[in-house]
């Protein structure tokens, strides 16, 4: 559950939250979410994430119920500060083990349908969480807010323990078993990973390491996924608008209409998985400009649609670690890098930008907060671009290397390739 629900849900009143406190909590939660991620991915190509992944779910859920014992703004930031670090290990890991699975013209389909659960997830526990507050609130001497912690971390636990018994590990170590994954279903996943040339985990090496960093791989995907990352500020605003129609004597929406209401943004998110980059970046960039320059209060129909078409965009997140995964499977270690690096650098920047940006004090108006949007989307077009532009010449190099091999003595000789795949060095 996010902290905003619980914020407008009467965590605010109930532990004296002034100021610019809600950002501070979600930023403890994005530097525990920094953290884990890359030891966490390369934790995963040692050891089963069959085991690791689930148990970390577990540990989760745990810390979550934990926040409903929180009495001041010092336990929420403790507590949220390990929730992110136990949550670090499951959205990097998901992505890495899928990409272990699928082939290049299945993992982008793939990816995004794993990533739709995010956008799904919220819209049912927006409605359970309306629902706890309204059935629980002061139930048994408990706060409804308190009761949102506790039922999300209790319902967590059985899925996660469900991991153990059906989640996959990689094709190349999980264990074959008469009910669910055979002897010859593994046989097959590793043979079709061969014929793409996804290598399995190997040993970890200094030139291995070195090689995460010679590469341009890392140089354009994780900028691009930074941007993605930090370009949907303007989302979070709505809840915030919400809640400024109320004023002491005047409840204009009830804490379970402004919990409810911004679901429909999740709705848009799932509608929209798939577009490209680029068109989705300019469709965003609009939004932004359009949220900046109209009024709050004048045309209340119109803003709520913008904020509706802020997440647009959203669906964007699986479609790039896809593309990560299949410009570096020659590397498994390398591929667990780089896609855990986007989302550890996006949440660095995540961890401090939405203070300068979308301040708790300028909700919901954050005029520049919206500006900077926009331009944040035009460098996503850019990074998204020149990505592109670079998988297109290490295709034409593989190609003239390929050409070249089946023609021998031909005086063809093309400079800066590696013995294999796709690791091509920039220049």
């Not at 920094?34 to 970390?56: C, D, E, F, K, Y």
Request: glycine share 8%; proline share 5%; hydrophobic share 45%.
């Amino acid at each position: 559950m996010d902290s905003k629900n619980a914020y407008v849900s009467g965590m605010q009143e109930d532990l004296h939250l002034v100021g610019n406190d809600l950002n501070y909590i979600t930023t403890a939660w994005t530097c525990g979410y920094v953290i884990g991620q890359i030891p966490s991915n390369l934790l995963i190509t040692r050891i089963r994430p069959s085991l690791w992944i689930p148990a970390m779910e577990v540990l989760w859920s745990v810390l979550t119920v934990l926040l409903s014992t929180s009495k001041n703004f010092t336990h929420l930031v403790v507590i949220r500060f390990f929730v992110g670090l136990a949550e670090s290990t499951f959205y990097p890991a998901m992505q890495y083990v899928i990409g272990s699975w699928y082939k290049t013209d299945e993992l982008g389909k793939r990816a995004c349908i794993f990533h739709v659960a995010s956008a799904i997830g919220p819209m049912f526990s927006g409605f359970l969480q309306t629902a706890a507050y309204n059935g629980l609130n002061e139930v048994h001497g408990l706060a409804g807010w308190k009761w949102l912690f506790i039922i999300d971390g209790i319902i967590t636990i059985p899925i996660a323990l469900l991991g153990f018994l059906i989640m996959p590990d990689l094709p190349n170590n999980t264990r074959p078993s008469k009910w669910l994954y055979t002897e010859a279903q593994l046989e097959i996943a590793n043979k079709r990973m061969a014929e793409i040339n996804r290598k399995p985990p190997s040993k970890f090496t200094k030139a291995k390491i070195l090689g995460f960093f010679t590469t341009w791989h890392i140089y354009t995907l994780v900028p691009l996924y930074i941007l993605f990352n930090n370009g949907g500020g303007p989302a979070s605003s709505m809840i915030f608008w919400l809640k400024s129609f109320n004023t002491p004597t005047k409840t204009v929406y009830t804490v379970g209409q402004i919990n409810i209401y911004p679901l429909g943004q999740n709705v848009v998110q799932v509608h929209c998985l798939g577009p490209g980059s680029q068109m989705q970046s300019t469709w965003s960039m609009i939004i932004c400009i359009l949220l900046a320059v109209t009024p709050l209060y004048t045309h209340i129909a119109r803003r709520w649609a913008l904020y509706y078409m802020t997440t647009v965009p959203a669906g964007m997140s699986g479609l790039i670690l896809a593309w990560a995964n299949e410009l570096t499977g020659a590397d498994s270690e390398k591929r667990s890098f780089v896609v855990a690096s986007c989302n550890m650098w996006a949440y660095v920047m995540q961890a401090w930008l939405p203070i300068v940006l979308f301040p708790q004090v300028e909700q919901p108006r954050v005029l520049k907060g919206n500006i900077a949007t926009a331009g944040i989307n035009f460098g996503m077009m850019f990074f998204a671009f020149l990505t592109y532009l670079l998988q297109r010449r290490d295709a034409r190099r593989q190609r003239s290397l390929e050409k070249s091999q089946s023609t021998p003595d031909n005086g063809i000789r093309v400079e800066g390739l590696p013995y294999e795949g796709t690791e091509l060095l920039i220049g």
